[in-house]
């Protein structure tokens, strides 16, 4: 994220400034005064960003990383490039926590936004837009014609809903871009802040979640879904994927296109899923995990490992169907 339009940012900051904050004792006096612009993932870092590094399941990507610096450990520096400046913590994560706190001191918690309005004393910026009772828009909101906000909605500051988009009755949307036809029914929330935080020994310390969420073209949205913001990366729901009622999507989780998410499934952050995959009720997918496209994830399943294309799965935890069916035989 080169820029956010959803946080004010702060910085640049020196490298200096940073190590003396996490507390890093090895010398960089030779770059000491190199100014970093921000935190960004491995993938989205460029040249004066700084990123981190802080489990080996990221070692391809790591190695190609283009951030200036790393905040990462002593045994998994090795997968970083030689121009990169490995900064070597005992404890990744929170050394993150404190950096982006630096850089983004109000992104640890939904602050109300105070700039809403009543739509009514706003019409006129809306041409083709539908408004029912009691909705509150913020500053800086665009939302295409032919869309439809229901009562008693929400549409906080900086949000984007595109042409011909539904959204229902006591709908909270915050942090997000949401693109054409787009339909999102009563009582979900969006963009809210993910469930990021360190457990320390005395407090669990709150982790700035500086992410969006995007809802792409035809995607549906069930009744009281919630879908976190991302933490550094966005939280993506790709075109044409619907998701039933009661449905958590948590931050930086990536959908592809085409999917079904029956009632009450819930996907862990960090996790991948590819196109046209089904999850049937109640379904659990864990965290930091990759789903190939064209999987097959049966009702109340635990995912709790990486699943090749075209699987079918199911049980807790989840194993191939064809396993599951011999098992069930046997008993």
Request: a positive charge.
């Amino acid at each position: 994220m080169v820029s956010n339009q959803f946080f004010e940012k702060q910085g640049p900051f020196t490298l200096k400034k940073i190590v003396d904050l996490i507390g890093c004792k090895d010398d960089f006096s030779k770059v000491d005064g190199l100014n970093i612009n921000g935190i960004e993932s491995l993938v989205t870092a460029k040249k004066n960003d700084m990123t981190f590094l802080n489990s080996i399941k990221y070692k391809e990507i790591s190695l190609n990383t283009k951030a200036t610096a790393c905040i990462t450990s002593s045994n998994l520096s090795k997968f970083l490039p030689k121009n990169c400046i490995k900064i070597n913590v005992k404890n990744v994560l929170f050394s993150v926590t404190q950096v982006s706190r630096m850089f983004y001191p109000e992104a640890d918690l939904d602050y109300p936004d105070i700039n809403l309005v009543n739509s009514t004393e706003v019409t006129n910026k809306y041409p083709g837009v539908t408004f029912g009772k009691n909705v509150l828009v913020g500053k800086n909101v665009l939302i295409g014609k032919n869309s439809f906000i229901g009562s008693n909605s929400i549409i906080e500051s900086n949000v984007k809903i595109g042409f011909g988009c539904v959204i229902g009755n006591f709908v909270v949307i915050k942090n997000s871009l949401i693109y054409d036809n787009v339909h999102i029914k009563d009582g979900s929330k969006i963009g809210i802040k993910g469930f990021g935080f360190i457990p320390m020994k005395e407090r669990n310390l709150r982790t700035p979640q500086i992410g969006k969420v995007v809802l792409e073209d035809g995607v549906e949205i069930g009744a009281n879904c919630s879908i976190d913001r991302g933490s550094v990366t966005d939280t993506i729901v790709g075109k044409n994927t619907f998701l039933d009622n009661l449905v958590h999507i948590a931050h930086n989780v990536k959908i592809g296109q085409n999917c079904i998410f029956a009632a009450q499934t819930g996907v862990a952050g960090s996790t991948t899923i590819g196109n046209k995959v089904i999850v049937g009720g109640q379904g659990g997918i864990s965290g930091h995990l990759n789903i190939g496209n064209n999987v097959k994830i049966g009702g109340g399943s635990a995912v709790l490992s990486d699943v090749k294309e075209g699987t079918q799965v199911i049980g807790n935890p989840a194993i191939l169907l064809r396993d599951f069916v011999k098992l069930r035989k046997k008993t």
